[in-house]
């Protein structure tokens, strides 16, 4: 009898151990993370990148698509991706194995293109100067009210960079139109009688508005009779 008791009890033990395995074999699958950053992570078109991918708690091997933005795709997160147009590009990792999956993404912000060094160096910009009604001798003499239009938009830059255009209405030193776009370049002014001497000024930039060189500057003068 006691031989069968030991029997019993031995075979509930190995009974016991088998469900305890059970037990901690809950059938979870471990999570797997990733983690990406790209270098460098901004700078001015064409930019090469260079990504930065870290996977940890993949179970086996795994793969990876690469959806680096601008429509171009890879599966080798190693392989530098060069962008070749401005803006703003989206990054994205997704590594799969057979039982995981995990995501990551960076943003890669891409300037214009910094402007082309020509042999000599950058050449300052051709500014023209015009009014209308047309000046004479740099003079525009008319009835008041007086309505003149000043104009620079036929000013032209060897290098086609941007150009920055300031105008003072009135000549009393203050710039009351200043900017790089079509609007900048010329404006309609409406002269009290008097005489003024507005001045129109012109220099080039670069894609980050800073000046190339400095302003070129032409003063009339409006005198506009009672």
Not at 9 to 20: D, N, P, Q, R
Not at 73 to 89: C, E, L, Q
Not at 114 to 133: H, M
Request: some cysteine; proline content about 10%.
């Amino acid at each position: 009898m006691r031989r069968l008791d030991a029997a019993i009890v031995a075979v509930l033990g190995l009974f016991s151990i088998a469900l305890s395995g059970c037990q901690n074999d809950d059938g979870t699958t471990p999570a797997m993370s990733a983690t990406c950053a790209a270098q460098p992570s901004s700078g001015s078109a064409p930019l090469a990148v260079r990504f930065l991918l870290s996977v940890s708690g993949a179970e086996g091997p795994f793969t990876v698509a690469v959806s680096y933005g601008d429509g171009a795709s890879g599966s080798d997160p190693d392989v530098p991706h060069t962008y070749v147009a401005s803006g703003t590009y989206t990054a994205a990792f997704t590594v799969d194995t057979e039982t995981q999956s995990a995501r990551c993404a960076v943003v890669v912000s891409v300037g214009g293109p910094s402007p082309s060094p020509t042999p000599g160096g950058n050449l300052p910009p051709q500014p023209v100067f015009k009014t209308s009604p047309p000046a004479r001798n740099g003079t525009v003499t008319g009835a008041a009210p007086l309505s003149v239009n000043l104009n620079m938009c036929l000013t032209s830059d060897p290098e086609q960079d941007w150009l920055f255009f300031s105008i003072d209405y009135t000549g009393d030193g203050t710039w009351d139109n200043r900017g790089p776009f079509g609007g900048n370049c010329r404006k309609d002014y409406v002269y009290p009688a008097g005489s003024y001497s507005p001045r129109l000024c012109v220099h080039d930039i670069d894609t980050s508005r800073r000046p190339l060189h400095d302003d070129q500057c032409h003063t009339f003068t409006v005198v506009a009779t009672p």
